[in-house]
C-alpha cells in the first residue's frame, strides 16, 4: 500500500522557472526520500530528509519537512530540460524497506 | 561501479510459461529489493532480503510469486505460470544497511504476458 501521495500528478512549467512537488504521509517516520525517474529507466535517489530535519539542499533541489502536518516539498530552482522526470517521494522507518507515493510527472516545456 | 544489473531488460512471453528475472546487486551491498511498477499500482515492494535471507514478502502477491538470493551478488524472481495480469516493470534495488534507506536500481525488466 502507498504511504506517500504527491501532488500534482502532473505538473508542466517553462524552462527556467521553478517546480514545487508536494508529498504527503499517514503514519510516523525516520526519514523522507526523493526519487527521480527518467522514462524507461529505474529510479535515482535524489535527497534524504531526516525526520528531525525541516529543511536540505542539494544543488538546485531543496527539500522541506513538516513532520506535524506529515507533507513534504521537492523544490527544484531554474528548471531545465533535462529535469523533465517523474519524480516520488518515499518514507522510511525503522526497518529497511522504504514505501513509494505514485509520483508526480514534471514536463519542462522549452 | 556498474550499478544493480538486471536481465533481461524485455521479456515477452505467452501465459502459463514460466518467467525468471534476474538482478545482481551492487558488491558490498547486504539489502536487495524486488519491486513491481504498473500505471494503476505505482510501485509495489514484492520482496526484500538482507544478507540473503528473505525478511518481508508480504507483497509477493501469490504463490506462482517466488524469490529466491542464493549468494551476495545474484538474486531472481520467477513467476510460474504466468498471467497477462503479471505484465509490469519490475525493478531490483539494493542498499547498504549502514547508509540505511537509500536503494540504487537497476533499469528495470519490462515483462509482457500474452
Known amino acids: 500500500s502507498q504511504q506517500g501521495e504527491e501532488d500534482p500528478q502532473a505538473l508542466s512549467i517553462q524552462e527556467g522557472e521553478n517546480a514545487t512537488m508536494n508529498c504527503s504521509y499517514k503514519?510516523?517516520?525516520?526519514?523522507l526520500q526523493w526519487y527521480r525517474q527518467n522514462s524507461g529507466r529505474g529510479l535515482v535517489h535524489l535527497i534524504l530528509i531526516r525526520s528531525n530535519e525541516r529543511e536540505k539542499h542539494s544543488g538546485r533541489l531543496r527539500v522541506t519537512l513538516d513532520t506535524s502536518k506529515k507533507s513534504s516539498s521537492l523544490l527544484i530552482t531554474a528548471s531545465r530540460a533535462a529535469d523533465t522526470a517523474s519524480y516520488f517521494c518515499?518514507?522510511?522507518?525503522?526497518?529497511?524497506?522504504?514505501?513509494f507515493g505514485k509520483g508526480t510527472r514534471l514536463h519542462i516545456l522549452p | 561501479d556498474a550499478g544493480v544489473i538486471q536481465s533481461p531488460r524485455h521479456e515477452v512471453t505467452e501465459m502459463g510459461q514460466e518467467v525468471t528475472l534476474r538482478c545482481k546487486p551492487i558488491?558490498?551491498?547486504?539489502?536487495l529489493f524486488w519491486y513491481r511498477q504498473t500505471m494503476m499500482r505505482g510501485l509495489e515492494l514484492l520482496i526484500y532480503?538482507?544478507?540473503?535471507?528473505?525478511?518481508?514478502d508480504s507483497g509477493m502477491p501469490e504463490d506462482r510469486f517466488s524469490a529466491k538470493m542464493p549468494n551476495a551478488s545474484f538474486s531472481t524472481l520467477k513467476i510460474q505460470p504466468s498471467e497477462p495480469r503479471d505484465s509490469a516493470v519490475y525493478f531490483c534495488?539494493?542498499?547498504?544497511?549502514?547508509?540505511?534507506?537509500?536503494?540504487?536500481f537497476g533499469a528495470g525488466t519490462r515483462l509482457s504476458v500474452l
Open positions: 503514519t510516523s517516520i525516520n526519514n
Open positions: 532480503f538482507n544478507n540473503n535471507v528473505p525478511i518481508d
Open positions: 558488491s558490498g551491498h547486504n539489502s
Open positions: 534495488a539494493s542498499s547498504f544497511r549502514q547508509v540505511k534507506n537509500i536503494q540504487y
Open positions: 518515499a518514507t522510511g522507518n525503522r526497518d529497511d524497506k522504504i514505501i
